[in-house]
């Protein structure tokens, strides 16, 4: 092994994992989400070929995790006037990076590494039942070797989604 291919492993090692988990919270910043107290989930949808991701199980499993956790937020659950409805799509899919190094003596091979895993997208909505208006959104996208490892950290990528709500007025 030489040195270029060492360093490029290395790059290849500590790019991947930094590239792993991306949050994203949008919010309408005239709305006071502390003033609400009460949600439901409604839609919920997977769209997803994996059978580890694409079950009645694995929702159930988000569902109750958000309900953990806009109710250590103080909200409480209530299926008949809740003041926000919650839906949630996880979509999935396999990815391919590739990438490709010079290796050799002289730098006159080229060498290829295929990085394929399981990429995950979880959209979580607040809807303000009364109006009928999105009043927070939160896209957490998951990066994991394969769907059983995606679908094993759902309940931790919920727990991260939520870590700020309410957001706070900038």
Not at 121 to 134: C, N
Not at 136 to 165: H, M, N, P, S, T
């Amino acid at each position: 092994v030489t040195g270029v291919q060492t360093c490029a492993l290395l790059i290849l090692l500590v790019i991947n994992p930094l590239r792993a988990d991306d949050r994203h919270i949008d919010f309408d910043e005239d709305k006071d989400c502390s003033k609400y107290e009460s949600f439901d989930v409604r839609r919920q949808v997977i769209n997803a070929k994996s059978p580890a991701l694409n079950s009645s199980l694995v929702k159930e499993r988000i569902a109750n995790a958000i309900r953990k956790e806009l109710s250590d937020d103080g909200l409480f659950k209530d299926a008949t006037q809740p003041d926000l409805l919650v839906n949630f799509r996880l979509g999935a899919q396999t990815e391919k990076d590739v990438e490709t190094f010079r290796t050799g003596r002289r730098l006159r091979r080229t060498r290829v590494v295929v990085d394929e895993h399981a990429e995950g997208t979880l959209v979580v909505d607040l809807v303000e039942r009364s109006s009928g208006e999105l009043v927070w959104r939160g896209i957490y996208e998951d990066r994991e070797g394969d769907f059983g490892k995606l679908a094993k950290k759902l309940d931790e990528d919920v727990k991260k989604l939520f870590e700020d709500y309410p957001p706070k007025k900038k």
